[in-house]
């Protein structure tokens, strides 16, 4: 179990399904939840600092890679781990994302009992 996890994205149900899984898991103490990537760097820049973050890709206003740049910028948590969950199966979008340091992995939505499974027990135990 790890201490927080943040889920960025703007899609409501995927926050919910997202949320009820790693809930179910016991993924973590505290699952939060941030509609977008400026929501998501206030919560960081305020020393709110999460384990791991699930990040979508396509989202208004900043997109998941802007939110990697500025949270590169911000050099705040730095043990802080990634993982993008997106509904883009482009393999450019994957390999951009695996050139970012903190990035885990890219997993297509909906997130999954498995593969959210494998994320914390690969990563947090």
Sequence with gaps: MVNKILLVDDDDATNYLSREILADLDAAV??????????????????NCPDIIFLDVRMPRMSGFDFLNKLDKMQVC????????????????????MGYGNVLGYLEKPLTWQSARKVIEAYFH
């Design 30 to 47: 505290e699952i939060v939840v941030a509609q977008d990537g400026d929501a998501a760097c206030d919560l960081i820049q305020s020393n």
């Design 78 to 97: 730095k043990k802080m781990k990634v993982v993008l969950l997106t509904s883009s199966s482009r393999i450019e979008d994957r390999e951009k994302a």
